[in-house]
């Protein structure tokens, strides 16, 4: 076995950790460079989700991110990743029309991609099926309750779930189905930290939370929400931890400042040549460095 492999985060490691109380860290990444970083950051699970419509791609909602987009991106991430697990998240109608359509897709995450698992929103008993199917073909899934995403045509709007005893009774039995179908964790969107505390305590797979407070086993956020490299609103549970799009404007406008005011570049950025330089300058009119 290489050396890469040994040190590779694997499934188990998550349950170990939850058992020890370690805390897991996801986070979402799409594409090679910013994969390579969170990978080297010791980040256990990169999430390549299907935020990157809304964050990457111009998108209004997750609705539009095709099959192939996340194909695309997982690549990216999965050719960068050497420790992480890679997770690909299902987009909205790749698991939907029927079982089978739901196993090819999943299938192009891990064949095709590189992924290691993949990632389905809700816990509706045909999504239940969904899973069983998915485990049956060896791929591991990783579920999705609370805030999803992808329902919102139904809801109208992304907003915190389970505040009502009702609604919180009804995810907690969501969550404690998608661990007997078979899932190995469970990601816990948009809801009160005592409810994610209560999931957290009843199940023996992991939680990893997202704006469900700190009782969860793990947390995830999307990279460009962390790093501020978003442009448009950004949810409470966010912490900034830089201020990306600050730093990239500075360095940019830099840039055209000295273009226009002949600053850049200079003869350092400039390549040479002996021979041109005896034919093309003359005494009269030498080189303006
Ligand atoms: O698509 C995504 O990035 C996600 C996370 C917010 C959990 O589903």
Redesign the pocket.
């Known amino acids: 076995m290489s050396e890469d492999l040994i040190q590779r985060v694997i499934i188990p490691d998550l349950i170990k950790k939850k058992e020890k109380k370690e805390k897991i860290v996801a986070l ?1 990444a799409y594409d090679f460079p910013s994969a390579k970083i969170v990978d080297h950051a010791g980040v256990d699970i990169i ?1 390549v ?3 990157l419509g809304m964050v990457l791609l111009g998108y209004v909602d ?1 609705i539009p991110v095709s099959m192939d987009e996340m194909i695309h991106h997982t690549k990216a991430v999965a050719r960068a990743v050497k420790r992480s697990i890679v997770v690909g ?1 299902m987009p909205y109608m790749s698991f939907q029309i029927s079982i089978q359509k739901a196993v090819e897709n999943a299938s192009r995450f891990i064949k095709e991609a590189g992924a290691r698992a993949v ?1 389905i929103e809700g816990a509706s008993s045909y999504r239940l099926e969904v899973v069983e199917a998915l485990k049956e073909a060896e791929i591991p899934v990783m579920g ?1 309750v609370g805030l999803t ?1 992808q329902s919102i045509n139904r809801n109208g709007c992304f907003k915190v779930k389970g505040k009502r005893q009702e609604e919180a009774e009804e995810i907690i039995k969501q969550a404690e189905k998608l661990e007997k179908a078979g899932v190995f964790s469970v ?1 816990l ?1 948009c809801i009160p930290l005592e409810l994610a505390q209560v999931i957290t305590q009843r199940l023996k797979i992991p939680t990893i939370g ?1 704006g469900a407070g700190p009782f969860c086993d793990g947390q ?1 956020l ?1 990279f460009h929400d962390l790093l501020g490299y978003s442009n448009g609103y950004l949810p409470k549970y966010v912490k900034k931890y830089v201020d990306m799009n600050k730093i990239l404007t500075d360095g940019i406008n830099r840039y055209v400042e000295e273009v226009r005011d002949n600053k850049f570049p200079l003869d350092k950025h400039s390549y040479h040549s002996k021979e041109l330089e005896r034919s093309f300058y003359s005494k009269k009119e030498p080189k303006k460095f």
């Open positions: 979402t999430l989700g299907d935020s997750t998240d990632k999705h995403p990601i969107e997202i995830i999307v």
